[in-house]
């Protein structure tokens, strides 16, 4: 194939000879000795180039123009303003697993939350945080977190039906606000310094949202959005620079609307949701477990399951901007293919890979989140191979965190400690090698991170004389209290509340340990013990009940905490109502570990069963696993209690 502009040696050679002067008469054979002298001198002179049509064979490729690497200018300079240390420098305990980490801007406060419904303040010092308050604030575990955009309140919503708002700078409760349905997830929806703060509040079984005076002076709320999501709202987060609040459902849709009036899409944005990619999830059929909103309102980022992608929207036009593809096939084949971050043994990626799939468990999916860093071209999320840090612009990681520590990074919260000394730096200044620019603009920045199934928090600083011996603070009271007082405290366990973690879902239990207390003792210890664990609902029965316990999965096994059967305890309870749970038995006084829930009322089981507590929530997980296909009252494929969660 001919290059336009340029000839083959070859034809060069020839157009060279025919140019040549013929020689005369007598001169013929000198002039043609000197002929082809000059063609052999031009010819040893020509440089190999690309071929021309009349060349046989293939020809070169021509030399493709070089691209030009995108380069984030400044780039070092915003890395140094996150933790120089990929390893953490110190761990902090909640008795019972964390669930989210949340730094309040402005305010510069920790506060960290556990599934058991403890809350706990901690105020930012050098290179760590600092024990300030703690408070038991709901029974039971935590579904969502939100701070406001000024910092100045918190609000935690539980699986109590209530939500809490805290003042952050007296880190003190304000208020407790009793919802009558159960809540999926919270957001402040007001501007900084706004006189009314407003707290959005969707609910668990349906698409409506609901807006509460932030200030706990009116339990009811002010106002109702039931038209815009037909399914349950999962994610929400205020874009102060708009004005605008993002939504997400259960079945992938998105929505804009503005936080007053009539909640219609602020103006400035893009004008018909057709010419956007927010269509992005539905396609999928995956759904965003969070939406986090760039420091300047530009972009958003989302995590979102069961496709496991990273993504990252121009917030205006709402295009999609970058995606990040963490799904357990593509870490298997760069695994295979050795294009991984980093090579691991069998060994290890294996034991990775497990916990990799039990982050898309219903008990902690909704936890998982990504963040920007405080400059927006940086996005941060857990992964396999640790905490990673992309640049947006370049389109590479720029760090990973925690590549070779002991837990999986769910939950993160950023501080990248304000300069010193206050003044307007320009991006030039910050770069200068003026050492007392330099002195006034050091930093303290802070990475915190829960684990998946991990009861500690764990910070990553500018520390770099790391000690492992000393790096985990055991700052709550061991659970083993050994010898005959361990053993009180076993046959004594007890608790109000659980959840089963289920393959189908979370079903929330209310316990009655006053009306059957050896009943509620043996379920408790047992579910702490992880008797429960990995069995599955053995017998279903529709417009009857659901059964589970028995570890042999027929019906014919398990024992009691005691190792033998023991006795009934009726009392005033009646299965009057559907969603009882009550002992499975085969006769008076039998009764092991297995355990029904009713999906009817059952008047003929009073005086038969134990009653020992009611599901108050998770009860279309309840009616799912009700109607699954079964045979001969054994569902055709396994439905299993992942784990029980009891407080």
């Not at 304000?418 to 206050?422: D, E, F, I, M, S």
């Given at each position: ?52 049509d ?52 402005f ?33 039971g ?45 919270i ?44 399914s ?92 990040y ?51 927006g071209?940086f ?38 400690g ?5 003044g ?80 189908y ?17 043996n ?27 028995d570890?042999l ?10 190792g ?44 038969k ?39």
């Open positions: 194939m001919a290059v336009e502009g340029l000839a083959s040696p070859r034809k060069r050679a020839h157009d060279e000879i025919s140019d040549v002067e013929k020689p005369n008469g007598n001169d013929a054979a000198g002039g043609m000795k000197a002929t082809l002298d000059k063609v052999q001198v031009d010819r040893a002179n020509l440089k190999p180039d690309s071929s021309s009349d060349d046989l064979g293939p020809a070169l490729p021509s030399a493709a123009p070089k691209k030009k690497k995108r380069k984030l200018p400044y780039e070092k300079h915003y890395l140094a303003a996150l933790p120089t240390s990929t390893r953490y420098s110190k761990s902090l305990m909640h008795k019972e697993q964390l669930s989210f980490v949340t730094m309040t801007p305010s510069d406060f920790l506060i960290t939350s556990s599934i058991d419904g403890v809350i706990k303040f901690w105020k930012k010092g050098t290179e760590s945080v600092e024990f300030v308050k703690e408070f038991k604030a709901h029974s575990d935590i579904r969502s977190v939100a701070v406001s955009q000024d910092g100045r309140n918190f609000a935690s919503a539980g699986v109590d039906n209530t939500i809490k708002i805290f003042d952050v700078m007296s880190f003190d409760l304000l208020t407790v606000i009793q919802l009558k349905k159960p809540p999926k997830t957001c402040w929806i007001h501007k900084r310094g706004a006189s009314l703060p407003l707290l959005a509040v969707s609910e668990d079984e349906s698409g409506t949202i609901s807006i509460y005076d932030g200030r706990g002076e009116i339990q009811d709320p002010i106002d109702t959005i039931s038209d815009m999501h037909k349950p709202v999962v994610a929400m987060s205020y874009n102060n620079a708009y004005d605008c609040v993002i939504s997400a459902e259960e079945n992938g849709s998105v929505e804009y609307w503005s936080p007053s009036g009539s909640h219609e899409k602020p103006e400035g944005l893009f004008e018909y949701k057709s010419s956007t990619n927010l269509f992005e999830f539905k396609k999928s059929k995956s759904v965003p477990s969070c939406i986090t909103i760039s420091p300047t309102g530009t972009q958003f980022a989302t995590f979102s399951f069961p496709d496991r992608k990273v993504r990252v929207f121009d917030f205006a036009t709402g295009k999609l901007y970058r995606t593809d963490e799904s357990i096939q593509i870490l298997n084949e760069m695994q295979q293919a050795g294009t991984a971050l980093r090579k691991l043994e069998d060994v290890e990626f294996g034991r990775r890979l497990a916990v990799e799939r039990d982050i898309e468990h219903p008990a902690i999916k909704h936890k998982v989140n990504v963040i920007f860093d405080e400059s071209h996005v941060l999320y857990g992964s396999l191979l640790g905490t990673k840090v992309i640049n947006t612009l370049t389109n590479k990681v720029a760090k990973v965190f925690g590549a070779e520590e002991p837990f999986r990074s769910v939950n993160l919260t950023i501080y990248q304000q300069p010193q000394k206050k307007v730096m320009t991006a030039q200044m910050l770069a200068s090698s003026n050492p007392l620019l330099e002195e006034a603009q050091e930093r303290d920045p802070l990475l915190i991170s829960t684990g998946s199934g991990k009861i500690r928090f764990y910070i990553f600083s500018n520390e770099t004389e790391i000690s492992k011996q000393t790096r985990d603070i055991q700052n709550e009271k061991p659970k083993q209290l050994g010898g005959r007082k361990e053993a009180e405290a076993k046959a004594t366990e007890s608790g109000s509340s659980a959840v089963l973690h289920t393959t879902g979370d079903i929330y239990l209310r316990l009655f340990p006053e009306a059957a207390p050896k009943a509620v003792e379920f408790v210890t047992h579910s702490k013990n992880g008797y429960y664990n990995n069995t599955i609902f053995h017998r279903v029965i529709r417009k009857f009940m659901i059964q589970c316990g570890p999965g027929d019906g014919t096994g398990g024992d009691s905490i005691w033998k059967e023991f006795e009934d305890e009726f009392s005033t309870l009646k299965h009057d109502k559907p969603y009882t749970v009550s002992m499975a038995n085969a006769g008076p006084n039998t009764n092991g570990s297995q355990f029904f829930i009713t999906t009817e009322k059952t008047p003929w089981l009073d005086k069963h134990t009653i020992f507590g009611r599901a108050v929530q998770g009860l279309d997980v309840v009616h799912k696993i009700e109607n699954a296909r079964v045979y001969k009252e054994k569902p055709e494929d396994d439905i299993k209690i992942v784990s029980i969660s009891v407080s």
